[in-house]
């Protein structure tokens, strides 16, 4: 069941990996459901960073790889987040698009990644792509790297991590003092 934020969470038994594409079917209480189709069983794995790892395939060297086929699926599958982008704060949804073995169109740092896995492994990888060009660096750093900091220059990051996240004082007393900044320009003018 969600709780009242409409989060929940399921947890899987252990799955064993499979080329094999099946289903899951999700349903509720009222008998409303949602069957996902073409699901397969391995290993996943996120692709974070800045431009280079968004380049694509195609106009690597990355080009030149070759994927064993596994029937008639593709066994390494992409999903690239097209919604949102490195933040200081944790996001809660993201959309974006599954490709399907359309390798040219996949990162080519990703893809060479998942390419060595595959050939060790022999699984299904699956590569949740969240790469944006000129984000800046201290966004793809998880905010524990910033909060034991003792330089000033990190300080100031981690403090501006604190004021950007709706869930922290911090972000109320910037917010505040915004707003009052806006009342004090209105009381001058």
């Given at each position: 069941a969600a709780g009242k934020d409409g989060k929940w969470m399921l947890q899987l038994d252990k799955l064993k990996a499979s080329f094999e594409p099946g289903e899951m079917v999700i349903s509720d209480n009222a008998g409303?459901?949602?069957?996902?189709k073409n699901i397969l069983v391995g290993?996943?794995?996120m692709a974070s960073g800045q431009s280079n790892m968004q380049?694509?395939?195609?106009?690597?060297?990355?080009?030149?790889?070759?994927?064993k086929p596994r029937g008639k699926v593709a066994p390494i599958r992409e999903f690239e987040v097209t919604s949102?982008?490195?933040?200081?704060?944790?996001?809660?949804?993201?959309?974006?698009s599954w490709k399907n073995g359309d390798y040219a169109d996949y990162s080519a740092i990703a893809f060479a990644f998942a390419h060595?896995?595959?050939?060790e492994l022999d699984v299904p990888i699956g590569i949740l792509?969240?790469?944006?060009?000129q984000t800046a660096i201290q966004a793809w750093?998880?905010?524990v790297g910033f909060a034991g900091a003792d330089d000033e220059y990190t300080k100031a990051?981690?403090?501006?991590?604190?004021?950007?996240?709706?869930?922290?004082?911090?972000?109320?007393?910037?917010?505040?003092?915004?707003?009052?900044g806006l009342e004090d320009a209105i009381q001058e003018n």
């Open positions: 409303k459901s949602v069957t996902l290993e996943v794995w380049m694509k395939v195609a106009k690597s060297s990355c080009n030149k790889l070759r994927v949102v982008y490195a933040a200081l704060h944790p996001i809660e949804k993201a959309t974006g060595k896995l595959y050939e792509n969240c790469c944006f060009s750093v998880p905010r990051i981690y403090q501006k991590i604190l004021e950007t996240d709706p869930t922290t004082p911090e972000h109320k007393n910037a917010w505040g003092k915004f707003y009052q």
